[in-house]
């Protein structure tokens, strides 16, 4: 639910940013797709390392 509220939030204030005809003082997409990726890695850790941990017992 949290994210539905953060991305309507989101939404909402790019909608205002592009009726004032502001420019958004957000990094351009490249860091944005790194960090996903970053957030990806930080969601695949536990998991890889579960895995690791049921493999050597």
């Given amino acids: 639910?949290?994210?539905?509220i953060s991305l309507a939030i989101g939404l909402g204030v790019g909608l205002l940013y592009g009726a004032l005809n502001f420019r958004s003082p957000a990094p351009p997409a490249i860091a944005l797709v790194g960090l996903l990726g970053m957030l990806a890695g930080e969601q695949l850790w536990p998991m890889g390392r579960q895995l690791v941990s049921n493999?050597?017992?």
Avoid: Q
């Avoid at 639910?1 to 539905?4: I, K, N």
């Fill in 55 to 57: 493999w050597l017992s």
């Fill in 1 to 4: 639910m949290h994210y539905l």
